[in-house]
């Protein structure tokens, strides 16, 4: 597909949309839009903050939102209750248009529980399942550790990463339901892809707001460890 078919937006909560909204500033999440300007098909990823808007920012720019991929079940990302305050989410989101919301079949329990939305509402994938926005497919890649079923989506030399893997480090481990062991081999089985695409995290926490996989491979300290041995004294449990 052209660059110029693709629809991309990578869009910082608290300065993008969501503005003034002290939570989404401190978080610092990112959401994304994907579509193909031809067919007018976009998807939304991980929309915590404010739902509403990033369907009114797709409207505007001439696009209709017709799927969500949730990278995993933290509030942050898809909604839900966290320090204190309540995050509408998907389930705002679904209340202004009726999208199926794809999320890995491991996490779909988990997402269904933070969020409210029945399960029946949910669509699970299994790892290397494909997402059709218009003329283009979404590759959904399992990559467990930081959740049971995080994932990450791979398109158009992209990979949204979530909270598997950021510019600088990756996810926590240490939250219900996260596995140290299952994160090494989630970051290797990234590390090793074939491809060398751009890579956007779950959050800015670096002083840029993507780079290239083999950049991260270079230069990201998680990377470091080659065997589980290795990862065990690196980032011990």
């Known amino acids: 597909m052209s660059s110029d078919r693709l629809y991309f937006r990578q869009l910082l909560s608290g300065r993008d949309w969501a503005v003034g909204d002290p939570i989404a500033t401190q978080m610092r999440n990112f959401a994304y839009l994907i579509g193909d300007r031809d067919s007018g098909e976009c998807v939304v990823v991980d929309p915590a903050y404010e ?15 017709t799927g969500v991929l949730a ?55 299994a ?55 299952a994160m090494f081999r989630s970051l290797r089985y990234l590390a090793d892809l074939k491809s060398n695409p751009t890579v956007f995290p779950g959050h800015w926490y670096s002083d840029e707001p993507s780079a290239s996989l083999s950049h991260i491979r270079d230069h990201n300290y998680v990377m470091r460890p080659q065997t589980l041995e290795q990862w065990h004294m690196f980032m011990p449990s």
């Open 51 to 65: 739902a509403g808007q990033l369907v009114d920012l797709a409207e505007a720019d001439g696009m209709r939102l």
């Open 127 to 181: 790892h290397g399942d494909k997402v059709a926005v218009g003329g283009f497919e979404i590759e959904l890649l399992h990559t467990p550790g930081h959740t049971p079923g995080s994932q990450c989506f791979l398109f158009e030399d992209r990979l949204i990463a979530g909270d598997t893997l950021f510019v600088d480090g990756c996810g926590r481990t240490d939250f219900p339901g996260g596995d140290s062991d």
């Open 71 to 125: 990278t995993h079940h933290h509030p942050d990302h898809v909604g839900g209750s966290m320090m204190g305050f309540t995050l509408r989410g998907v389930k705002e989101l679904l209340e202004k248009t009726d999208v199926a919301v794809h999320v890995n079949a491991e996490e779909l329990p988990w997402v269904a529980n933070v969020t409210g939305i029945a399960p029946s509402e949910l669509t699970g994938h």
